[in-house]
């Protein structure tokens, strides 16, 4: 087990976080492409007192409303089969190439960002100029390897749920519970081993194969302490979200309340309110991009503590750049 010092891994990540701004840029990237962002789902319930006596009585009987819907339905049938085979065969086509240049543009520009991210992190570790010119060259050098390895990974994620099916366990409860608890167990080794082949594809140039290999040996003896830099930089960056959605939060709160309360207390008009609307979206893009920004710095000051703690890990094993 080497002796990691967490510490100084994180103070001296964030020193080059700060210092080095070219890398944001990669870590907006990820942030954009590769970052897992939060979902805000909001609901409103209100009381349902005097409800039915405000329901008009003059409905149309379900006769009426039945014969609406077929109509309807009918009318978009006969719309649906006019129209020529070949023409829903190109929309199809289509749609299916949009769905997988989508994928392709989204994976590469991950691919990118990751690399450009371990690379510049790296030179900026070893006091080098780092610049977005300097390090995508080497960046774009390598995106068909993490590619293949992205592929080694899903791949082996995959042969293991349908090895697991094929097992036929006799108890069916058991073996749901057996199997999530083996799925959660895969994907964090999985996990883990990206950090590592991440790492080895782009500093120590290996193939991905190898590099797949070797991830699955460096986390079976670190296992500990790589779960423990984990844990370190999930807290850090939940504490850090909240903190930055919080004060965020407040900050659009207040140019909301100078637009919005003159507006209905000094007389409500359309127009007003269209000015108040629009003023408040610009605020809101503004808000979203800070977001943003906040998430890639996080993202930057992530990665330099899986590099630093990586280069620990390598030293200890006394290995050499190739």
Same mark, same amino acid.
């Given at each position: 087990?080497?002796?990691?010092?967490?510490?100084? /891994?994180?103070?001296?990540?964030?020193?080059?976080?700060?210092?080095?701004?070219?890398?944001?840029?990669?870590?907006?990237?990820?942030?954009?492409?590769?970052?897992?962002?939060?979902?805000?789902?909001?609901?409103?319930?209100?009381?349902?007192?005097?409800?039915?006596?405000?329901?008009?009585?003059?409905?149309?009987?379900?006769?009426?409303?039945?014969?609406?819907?077929?109509?309807?339905?009918?009318?978009?049938?006969?719309?649906?089969?006019?129209?020529?085979?070949?023409?829903?065969?190109?929309?199809?086509?289509?749609?299916?190439?949009?769905?997988?240049?989508?994928?392709?543009?989204?994976?590469?520009?991950?691919?990118?960002?990751?690399?450009?991210? /371990?690379?510049?992190?790296?030179?900026?570790?070893?006091?080098?100029?780092?610049?977005?010119?300097?390090?995508?060259?080497?960046?774009?050098?390598?995106?068909?390897?993490?590619?293949?390895?992205?592929?080694?990974?899903?791949?082996?994620?995959?042969?293991?749920?349908?090895?697991?099916?094929?097992?036929?366990?006799?108890?069916?409860?058991?073996?749901?519970?057996?199997?999530?608890?083996?799925?959660?167990?895969?994907?964090?080794?999985?996990?883990?081993?990206?950090?590592?082949?991440?790492?080895?594809?782009?500093?120590?140039?290996?193939?991905?194969?190898?590099?797949?290999?070797?991830?699955?040996?460096?986390?079976?003896?670190?296992?500990?302490?790589? /779960?423990?830099?984990?844990?370190?930089?999930?807290?850090?960056?939940?504490?850090?979200?909240?903190?930055?959605?919080?004060?965020?939060?407040?900050?659009?709160?207040?140019?909301?309340?100078?637009?919005?309360?003159?507006?209905?207390?000094?007389?409500?008009?359309?127009?007003?309110?269209?000015?108040?609307?629009?003023?408040?979206?610009?605020?809101?893009?503004?808000?979203?991009?800070?977001?943003?920004?906040?998430?890639?710095?996080?993202?930057?000051?992530?990665?330099?503590?899986?590099?630093?703690?990586?280069?620990?890990?390598?030293?200890?094993?006394?290995?050499?750049?190739?």
């Amino acid at each position: 087990m080497p002796d990691i010092t967490y510490k100084n /891994i994180i103070k001296r990540s964030w020193n080059l976080t700060k210092k080095n701004k070219w890398l944001w840029v990669y870590g907006l990237a990820l942030a954009i492409f590769g970052g897992g962002g939060s979902s805000f789902r909001g609901g409103s319930g209100g009381r349902l007192d005097g409800v039915k006596n405000k329901v008009p009585q003059d409905l149309p009987d379900k006769e009426q409303v039945l014969g609406a819907v077929s109509g309807s339905a009918s009318q978009v049938k006969d719309w649906f089969f006019a129209k020529p085979v070949s023409l829903w065969v190109l929309l199809v086509l289509a749609l299916i190439f949009i769905i997988v240049v989508f994928a392709v543009v989204f994976w590469v520009a991950r691919s990118w960002a990751k690399a450009g991210l /371990i690379y510049g992190m790296d030179r900026a570790d070893k006091e080098e100029e780092v610049t977005l010119a300097d390090t995508s060259p080497t960046a774009i050098s390598y995106i068909k390897k993490l590619l293949l390895f992205a592929f080694f990974l899903g791949g082996s994620f995959l042969f293991f749920i349908i090895f697991f099916i094929a097992q036929k366990l006799p108890i069916f409860y058991l073996f749901i519970i057996i199997l999530v608890l083996a799925m959660i167990a895969v994907l964090v080794i999985l996990a883990l081993m990206g950090i590592y082949a991440d790492r080895l594809i782009v500093l120590l140039n290996y193939e991905p194969w190898p590099a797949w290999k070797r991830s699955f040996t460096m986390v079976r003896q670190n296992f500990t302490s790589t /779960i423990r830099m984990g844990c370190l930089n999930q807290l850090f960056g939940c504490a850090a979200g909240c903190l930055t959605l919080l004060l965020l939060g407040l900050l659009l709160f207040a140019p909301g309340a100078a637009i919005f309360v003159p507006i209905f207390k000094n007389g409500f008009t359309v127009g007003k309110f269209l000015t108040g609307a629009l003023s408040m979206m610009v605020f809101l893009v503004v808000f979203v991009w800070a977001v943003y920004l906040t998430k890639a710095i996080f993202v930057v000051f992530n990665y330099g503590n899986w590099n630093l703690f990586f280069r620990q890990i390598i030293d200890s094993e006394g290995e050499k750049d190739e």
